[in-house]
């Protein structure tokens, strides 16, 4: 666990912003700090749990491991949207990457499933044979093995769907991905520099951890408001996320699909 100064891009993409806000900018950030600022009458940190868990291969809620997790003093919903209402142009239209990326989920959906099907069978097969001695039977071992067989020619088969998918993919994406790229940069131009300024005038910086085997993380938070932060890969899909920014309301904080939203990663 760590409290530190953090630069937060809203996306998390490639580019750092250093513009100077404008006046109606700063109005706006000293508005949210006042808004965000809400400090409870104890000065005593607070130690608050956060468990990560996403659907699996198997859409079964499992312990997400490596997620890192950001408490801010601060909602960067509100701000995006602030920034996102003063646009100078409307968000490009999406439903060509949509339709991209639904068409793309299926051969990826298709590879990983047999995939994972082959590593079971695998695993199978490796028990059997350290408990050949103790009940299994060469019969066992060899239609074990021909099972194997046949998926590994499933997975090969996928694979190479999937090599094909992801070519045309990426040939037809990158306009509409680029023009949604350069949206961004333009809209969120100052959002470094508005986060600095709250996190300043309530003298709270960012603070961090990242989730363990059993998904947990765990903080030490001073007194006021914080939101929990954070982003996941949805492992059905290579082009969607698990994304949450939650209002800490108890030391507990369960980050699952059922708090968090899915959505596609332009």
Not at 11 to 34: I, N
Not at 108 to 124: H, I
Not at 163 to 176: I, K, M, N, T, Y
Request: charge should be positive; proline fraction near 5%.
């Amino acid at each position: 666990m760590a409290r530190v100064p953090l630069k937060l891009s809203p996306y998390a993409s490639a580019f750092t912003v250093s513009t100077p806000m404008s006046l109606l900018t700063l109005r706006s950030a000293v508005a949210l700090c006042l808004a965000a600022a809400g400090l409870c009458g104890c000065h005593t940190d607070r130690d608050v749990a956060v468990r990560v868990s996403i659907p699996d291969a198997e859409s079964q809620e499992t312990p997400a491991a490596g997620v890192g997790i950001i408490a801010l003093p601060y909602d960067r919903d509100s701000i995006l949207a602030s920034l996102e209402a003063r646009a100078r142009t409307p968000r490009p239209q999406t439903a060509t990457l949509d339709t991209l990326f639904a068409q793309f989920r299926g051969p990826f959906t298709r590879y990983t499933n047999v995939s994972y099907r082959a590593s079971q069978l695998r695993d199978s097969l490796d028990r059997l044979r350290h408990g050949l001695h103790s009940g299994s039977s060469p019969a066992q071992l060899k239609q074990l093995a021909d099972s194997i067989r046949l998926l590994e020619r499933q997975v090969n088969h996928a694979r190479s769907e999937l090599d094909r998918a992801r070519a045309e993919f990426v040939s037809r994406s990158e306009g509409p991905r680029s023009a949604v790229r350069r949206w961004e940069d333009s809209t969120y131009r100052g959002y470094d520099s508005i986060v600095e300024n709250l996190a300043r005038a309530q003298g709270r910086d960012a603070v961090t951890d990242t989730t363990g085997s059993t998904g947990w993380a765990h903080l030490t938070l001073p007194a006021g408001r914080w939101w929990i932060y954070a982003r996941a890969w949805d492992t059905s899909d290579p082009n969607a996320e698990w994304y949450w920014n939650l209002l800490i309301q108890e030391d507990t904080v369960l980050l699952s699909s059922r708090t968090g939203k899915r959505r596609p990663r332009y």
